[in-house]
Structures are given as C-alpha cells and as structure tokens.
C-alpha cells in the first residue's frame, strides 16, 4: 500500500495537471476566438481577384527602427518619422503633427522581402513590403493594398516608389475604363468625316463616360447627333449595340428628368 503523502503527492499532481490543461484549453479558446474577431474584420474589405480581402500573414515583422531596414513613406508611421529624425540629426521635430495626412496603416507580420535591385529609380531603396489596410478615396470602402502586390507594381510594372494606391481593384477599373473611353472619345473628335463605325463608337464612348459622371448630361445632345448622322439603312442600325445605346439614352434622360423634379432643400417657400 502506499505511504499517505505518497498519495497526497500523486493527487496533487494529477490536480495540478488538471488545472494546467484547464488553462491551456481556456488560452486556445481566447485565442481562437481573437482570431476569429481578426479575420471578421476583413469581412467587410473589398475583394482582390488575386489576393482575396484578407491579409497574407508572413510571420516576417521588421522593425523599422534598425539601421538595415527602410520601409514605403506610406508603411512607416508619424512616431516612426519623427523618432528616426530626432535619432539621425540629434535635434527635434520641426514640422509639427501630420497625422492627418496618414494614408493607412501596415498589418503586422504580412512583411516580404524586397529585391532593392528591381526598384527604379530609388534613392532611398525599400527594403520591405507590408500589407497596408486602406480607404478608398472613390467608394469609401476599405481595402488591403498587399505587399506582394506593391511588388509586382515596384519591381515587375517599373512603378517608382513615389507612386501609391489610393483606390480600390473596381474603382481603379472603373478608372481605367473612363481613361480608355475619354481616349477613344478624344481621337474620333478631331476626324471630320466619320464611317458609322466611328460615329457609333464616338457615340458609345460619349456616353458612357456621361453615365459615370465624367460628362454632364448635356453632352446626351451630342449622342442623339451622332446615333441620328448614321443612315437608317445602314446595317449598324440593325445591330443590338445600337439599339442597347437608344436605350441607354432615353435612361439617361430620364434619370436627368428625375433630379430636376427633386427639390432643392435650400429653397423656402
């Protein structure tokens, strides 16, 4: 039989173990659950068709206080700056708070390595890339300009390092097919004598750039000029781009109509 403090000591013990696995399950569950609260975060983020909406976390987080690391103007913070001045030159701040020019802020443990000999035209090289939580400036969704994206735009598209993200994957679409457009619209301008192909397509891109905003509705005028200069034997008539672009028109002019009749909230009876 064993000895009564033998026994004390054995259960005192398997208590112990208890209470030990008791509170490793009661950390793994806090843990889980501060997981869960940061992926649903993302929840809400605009979707990359590359990288998705959530951060790619790396593991890899450099301090931007050591000699050998240089992060993005847009990675680094304002306390960072300043501290990194004071350090270098000795002497304080001179430029007072700018906090409030702050574009978005680095995602802790998503940074890659950057190769500095890709980067153009750098005279401070980047040494590091960061997932950065951003808002666009077009449709004021929050979105995740990724560090392996910056690297494709750095060091595979020949972007220098001044440049930076400021908006979303489909508002920065968007933009790009308002820049064609004005483009297309531009070239076909200045050709005196048109084919209906060309009216058509001057036409087309006239107004879709009045249906995002670019244009005014007044330039529908100029739609209605161009659809009506193509005979009505012409084959493009015939076609459904033609008819759609009548259709888009009258929507147009319609939605024109519709906020004129809204009231103006700065008149009194």
């Not at 913070?77 to 702050?102: C, M, N, R």
């Not at 009045?210 to 200069?229: A, D, P, Y």
């Not at 929507?251 to 009231?263: F, H, I, T």
Request: with cysteine; net charge neutral.
């Amino acid at each position: 039989m064993l000895h009564s403090s033998a026994l004390e000591g054995r259960c005192c013990a398997a208590a112990c173990a208890v209470i030990d696995l008791g509170l490793r399950i009661k950390y793994e569950v806090r843990r889980q659950v501060k997981m869960k609260r940061k992926t649903n975060k993302y929840a809400d983020f605009a979707d990359h068709p590359r990288y998705g909406r959530r951060p790619n976390f790396t593991g890899l987080d450099p301090d931007p206080m050591r000699g050998d690391v240089q992060l993005h103007w847009n990675t680094t913070t304002q306390h960072e700056i300043v501290l990194q001045y004071e350090v270098v030159l000795g002497k304080k701040w001179p430029h007072g708070d700018f906090s409030a020019y702050s574009r978005g802020k680095r995602i802790p443990k998503t940074a890659i390595v950057a190769d500095t000999t890709r980067q153009v035209h750098a005279t401070v090289p980047v040494t590091h890339y960061f997932d950065l939580e951003r808002t666009c400036c077009d449709c004021n969704r929050p979105f995740i300009f990724f560090a392996e994206e910056q690297q494709h735009w750095y060091e595979e598209l020949g972007f220098g390092l001044e440049s930076d993200c400021v908006r979303c994957v489909e508002c920065r679409k968007r933009q790009q097919g308002i820049a064609r457009q004005r483009e297309v619209y531009e070239s076909l301008f200045h050709v005196e004598n048109r084919t209906e192909e060309q009216a058509l397509e001057m036409a087309d891109a006239c107004l879709s750039l009045v249906e995002s905003g670019t244009f005014t509705f007044r330039q529908i005028e100029r739609v209605r000029m161009l659809l009506n200069s193509i005979p009505e034997e012409a084959d493009v008539r015939q076609r459904s781009r033609y008819t759609n672009m009548v259709k888009r028109v009258l929507a147009a002019e319609a939605k024109r109509g519709e906020q004129c009749d809204e009231p103006d909230e700065h008149t009194h009876s």
